[in-house]
């Protein structure tokens, strides 16, 4: 059975999806004891948003080789040949990504934002996406391929399987797109 994001979502420090970080969530299972809950126990909301209360169950004790893996490190900035390295030997990674900024003018990043937001299908690409800026969203590398001639990077989104490819999302690789290897 798989584990709660949800959980994560709503009790990781600083406000989950509103500021926190992926290190603030293996801070927070660290905490708890190594101890996470099923999804069947702790389900995503239909919008995956953060809840006001955390419902922190018991939770089921990750085995070694599971809290193992939570342990982390920084990658090379920039190196997409590594990470999938990484994720053949390894497995997934653990990204920020420039998926959510509008407040400005800037008409790309508009476009980028519409084209996430709606994803359905295909090979998410938007030439010039910003690779530097506003990294404010987090995603998990699973897995790579090529689909007519294209390579990319297969991810899991947190925002529930109505979203996207039943929640997964295939963005263009070896362009770090907006920012994915920043």
Known sequence: DPLSPQQLIDCSYENGCEGGSFVDVLNYIHDNGDRLNLEKDYPLTPTGAKQDKCQNFTGQVLSYNATHRLQYRQLSTGNE?????????????YIYYNARKREDNDTILHQASAKFDHYGYGIYDVPGCPTHENMNHAMVIIGYGTQNGTDYWLMENSWGITWGDEGFIKIKRGANMCGLAT
Not at 83 to 91: A, D, H, L, N
């Open 81 to 93: 040949n590594y990470m999938k390295q990484i994720v053949y030997e390894q497995g997934p990674i």
